[in-house]
T-cell receptor, first 109, second 114 residues
Framework: GIQVEQSPPDLILQEGANSTLRCNFSDSVNNLQWFHQNPWGQLINLFYIPSGTKQNGRLSATTVATERYSLLYISSSQTTDSGVYFCAVGGTSGSRLTFGEGTQLTVNP | DGGITQSPKYLFRKEGQNVTLSCEQNLNHDAMYWYRQDPGQGLRLIYYSQIVNDFQKGDIAEGYSVSREKKESFPLTVTSAQKNPTAFYLC?????????????FGPGTRLTVT
């Protein structure tokens, strides 16, 4: 099956800093999603981005499918951005997702 | 409000008992999924269903069973055969039309078996 690697595993920032999270995957994908897991465990959809670039406020994401990676950018980070960020990919069937191990982000005031 | 509900939020059981976790969605999605999350790890797929009355095993199906009798419901039974059932269980759903499979998640159920 598809392998998904996220980096870095842990990231500590001061409020206001920018950051880039990376997701590498081992095969062609028809689905790629970025999620934020809040302290209560809820997975919040950030981006559905099997290819291209999208932006939503302070967050943006880019997927280069031909080179098998995706990047999540967080600008002007806030303490509420803290939590775990997951990348998940779906193969040619698109339906089932394989998750990476996540990036634990801590934003200090 | 459209969404995915899971109940209960916390569940406690004694070892050797079967337990059923509920998942309901009113998003009119064809596909539904069950994932398991252990502390500090990513999610792993247990079972998924792309249509009513059909489902497939995921990566860690042993010790679990599911049914899909209605489009909006996909209950998961954790059987006594599951060796390490204590975990956080998340249900998701997605559409299947137009090649878009974006998954949306419920709030999860934390199961503790002692």
């Amino acid at each position: 099956g598809i392998q998904v690697e996220q980096s870095p595993p842990d990231l500590i920032l001061q409020e206001g800093a920018n950051s880039t999270l990376r997701c590498n995957f081992s095969d062609s994908v028809n689905n790629l999603q970025w999620f934020h897991q809040n302290p209560w465990g809820q997975l919040i959809n950030l981006f559905y981005i099997p290819s291209g670039t999208k932006q939503n406020g302070r967050l943006s994401a880019t997927t280069v499918a031909t080179e098998r990676y995706s990047l999540l950018y967080i600008s002007s980070s806030q303490t509420t951005d803290s939590g775990v960020y997951f990348c998940a990919v779906g193969g040619t069937s698109g339906s089932r997702l394989t998750f990476g191990e996540g990036t634990q982000l801590t934003v200090n005031p | 409000d459209g969404g995915i509900t899971q109940s209960p939020k916390y569940l406690f059981r004694k070892e050797g008992q079967n337990v059923t976790l509920s998942c309901e969605q009113n998003l009119n999605h064809d596909a539904m999924y069950w994932y398991r999350q252990d502390p500090g790890q990513g999610l792993r797929l247990i079972y998924y269903s792309q249509i009513v009355n059909d489902f497939q095993k995921g990566d860690i199906a042993e010790g679990y069973s599911v049914s899909r009798e209605k489009k909006e419901s996909f209950p998961l039974t954790v059987t006594s055969a599951q060796k390490n059932p204590t975990a956080f269980y998340l249900c998701a759903s997605s559409p299947r039309d137009r090649g878009i499979y974006e998954q949306y998640f419920g709030p999860g159920t934390r199961l503790t078996v002692t």
